[in-house]
């Protein structure tokens, strides 16, 4: 005789992430977020770079898809210090998470307050590296110490940096992905 099917419901899966990244810096601050939040995330990297579109976007999602009705939130990590970088970002069918001048103004932000000021990638390094808890950082590698501040502070760091993009100050959008990361860690349905 078989078993009778109980009244169970099915598992409810979390959502996967897809994380499209400018370069190796976007790539190795978001494997570190998949590592501590330890949710189906999968970053591409560089192979993008510059060169996002609808198209592309499309062609990663269905690669991920493994049920028609799948949900597929998609990010685009990227530096806003290119112009045209806003509306390529704005074609296609994804959360923009842009930082201008660079990514790095986001990792300042988790030690300090962020002036609303117009500053090349290069200060921002400068500005960054002469914080103690940064001194050895460099572009792409993320050290144990620099994770554990990245983690430990990630909900801290919104208040120190603007969110939304202005002509030519300095800003990261980085707060807006780490709020829906929250949200799939805690079970809700991402939103945004």
């Keep these: 005789m078989g078993k009778k099917a109980t ?3 099915p598992r409810k899966m979390k959502p996967v992430i897809l994380v499209l990244c400018e370069g190796e810096t976007e790539e190795c601050y978001v494997d ?4 501590k939040y330890r949710l189906p995330i999968r970053v591409v990297s560089k192979v993008v770079g ?8 499309e062609r990663y999602k269905k690669e991920l898809q493994i049920r028609w009705s799948e949900q597929i939130d998609c990010f685009l990590i990227y ?22 001048p660079c990514l790095e103004v986001w990792f300042l932000a988790h030690t300090e307050k962020v002036p609303a000021t117009d500053f090349s990638s290069d200060e921002c390094l400068r500005r960054l590296t002469k914080t103690k808890d940064w001194k050895e950082y460099r572009k ?8 554990n501040l990245l983690w430990e502070k990630r909900l801290e760091a919104s208040k120190n940096i603007d969110s939304s993009p202005s002509n030519d100050k300095a800003f990261s959008e980085a707060g807006l992905l780490i709020g829906v990361l929250e949200n799939c860690r805690r079970g809700a349905t991402p939103s945004f």
């Design 32 to 35: 570190c977020l998949k590592q």
């Design 7 to 9: 009244g169970r419901t």
């Design 140 to 147: 792409g590698v993320l050290s144990e110490n620099e994770k």
């Design 50 to 57: 510059q060169k996002i579109n609808p198209r592309l976007v």
């Design 79 to 100: 530096d806003a210090d290119v112009p045209e970088i806003a509306g390529k970002t704005a074609a296609c069918n994804a959360t923009a998470v842009l930082s201008r």
